[in-house]
């Protein structure tokens, strides 16, 4: 990823600022290949770099990824020990480039479950990239909608606010991260659920499935998504021109 590949590109009229994307199909990719499921989380990771650069060409401020859920913890335990060593090797390996690219990273999740070294891993990544604006990758892992509610809800409670105060707008301030809602939902791989993915920001995304697997997941099929997305009209619960 070099500085040239963060240029705006933007072909499209409508362009969503904060796009979430639902990573599935990795297992079934490498499948399809005769290899272990684990080669295909590496080739979903090694995608994650140039969906990264294609958002910054059409101008999307932030990308939240679905990484790993809070049900994956019942997947095998040779996958959940290898999609933690892949975390921890892509930030090793990739830090340093993203922060150059003003790549800001942030983390939501519960840490609950996730060794030390890579809690440390997770946070310094965190900490490194906290002053870079061009976009922000927000990488769900550990990772679950009502989860996320369970918590903001538990803090709401220890704030000791009163109810009678409390609005979506406040309630929002409470989650992970107080960040716009996601404008559309992406989830590749052919499957049509949210599978507690930001069940509470989500409420009026767009939603886009592809049969495509996600390490197939390129530039084009981006592009794709985007052109479906401007096709979309956005009524939020309005009548638009009754």
Do not use: C
């Amino acid at each position: 990823m070099s500085s040239e590949d963060y240029g705006d590109d933007n072909l499209f009229q409508s362009v969503p600022h904060h796009i979430g994307i639902i990573m599935d199909g990795n297992g079934r990719w490498a499948q399809a290949r005769g290899l272990p499921r684990l080669a295909g989380h590496q080739a979903g990771v090694d995608n994650i770099k140039r969906i990264l650069e294609e958002s910054v060409r059409h101008g999307i401020k932030v990308l939240t990824i679905y990484a790993f859920s809070t049900e994956n913890w019942h997947r095998p335990p040779d996958e959940v020990s290898g999609l933690m060593r892949l975390l921890g090797l892509t930030i090793q390996r990739q830090l340093k480039e993203l922060d150059r690219n003003g790549v800001r990273i942030l983390h939501s999740g519960r840490m609950d479950g996730i060794n030390r070294h890579l809690q440390k891993q997770i946070r310094h990544a965190v900490e490194f990239t906290a002053q870079n604006d061009t976009i922000i990758l927000n990488v769900a892992f550990n990772y679950g909608g009502r989860a996320e509610i369970l918590d903001a809800t538990r803090r709401i409670i220890e704030d000791g606010l009163d109810p009678a105060a409390l609005t979506e707008e406040r309630f929002s301030q409470y989650m992970y991260h107080d960040l716009p809602d996601p404008d559309l939902i992406i989830r590749t791989g052919g499957e049509w659920r949210l599978s507690n993915f930001l069940i509470w920001q989500a409420a009026y995304a767009e939603y886009y499935t592809t049969p495509t697997y996600w390490p197939d997941f390129d530039e084009t099929e981006l592009r794709k998504a985007l052109e479906e997305f401007n096709l979309r009209e956005r009524r939020f619960g309005r009548v638009l021109n009754p």
